[in-house]
C-alpha cells in the first residue's frame, strides 16, 4: 500500500524532495549564498581589504543597480498583472511582455547580477564562486517546476513562448 501512494505521489507531482527545496523563497537562496561566501571570504581571505582596484567597485554599483531594476521591473510587471510571484504557484497570467520578452526568468537573471555588483561594491571574490551552485539550483530545480505548472496552466500558448525566448538570455 505505501509503494503503491509513493508511485501515485510522484505522478502527481514533482515530489517531496522538490517541495522541500522550495520552500526558501528565491531571493532568500541569494542571500544565504552570499552569506555563506562572505563567511568563506573571511575563512580564507581574512578581514584585510582588497586589493582591487576601484574600478571594480564603480562596476559593481553599475551591476547592482542594473540588476536590482531588472529584477524589480519584472516583478512589477507580474504585481501589475496580478500574477503569483511565488515559484511552484500557479499564475494566472502569462506574461510575456517587457523584459520577459527577452527571458523567461528576468527576476532571477536580475537578481544574479546584482549578487555580481554586490561582490563587486564589496570587492569579494568567495560569493562569486557560490553563484553557479545557485543559478544551478534555479535551472534544475526551481525553473523546471515552474516551467511544467506553466505548461500544465497555458498548454500550447506557454510552449510557444518557450520556443520564442530563452530560459536566460
Do not use: C
Request: avoid cysteine.
Amino acid at each position: 500500500m505505501a509503494a503503491a501512494s509513493m508511485i501515485q505521489y510522484r505522478d502527481n507531482g514533482p515530489g517531496r524532495i522538490f517541495r522541500y527545496l522550495m520552500v526558501l523563497p528565491v531571493p532568500w537562496v541569494f542571500v544565504l549564498a552570499y552569506l555563506v561566501g562572505v563567511g568563506l571570504e573571511f575563512i580564507f581571505f581574512g578581514r584585510g581589504t582588497s586589493a582591487a582596484p576601484k574600478l571594480v567597485g564603480v562596476a559593481g554599483i553599475l551591476l547592482f543597480l542594473v540588476g536590482a531594476a531588472l529584477a524589480a521591473w519584472a516583478w512589477l510587471i507580474f504585481h501589475r498583472a496580478r500574477t503569483t510571484r511565488v515559484p511552484g504557484e500557479a499564475s494566472t497570467t502569462l506574461v510575456t511582455f517587457g523584459p520577459y520578452h527577452a527571458t523567461r526568468n528576468p527576476m532571477y537573471v536580475g537578481l544574479a547580477i546584482a549578487y555580481l555588483g554586490e561582490a563587486g561594491i564589496l570587492k569579494q571574490v568567495a560569493p562569486v564562486a557560490l553563484l553557479p551552485l545557485v543559478i544551478g539550483y534555479l535551472n534544475w530545480i526551481v525553473i523546471p517546476i515552474e516551467e511544467a505548472r506553466l505548461q500544465q496552466v497555458f498548454g500550447n500558448k506557454y510552449q510557444q513562448y518557450r520556443s520564442k525566448v530563452r530560459r536566460w538570455f
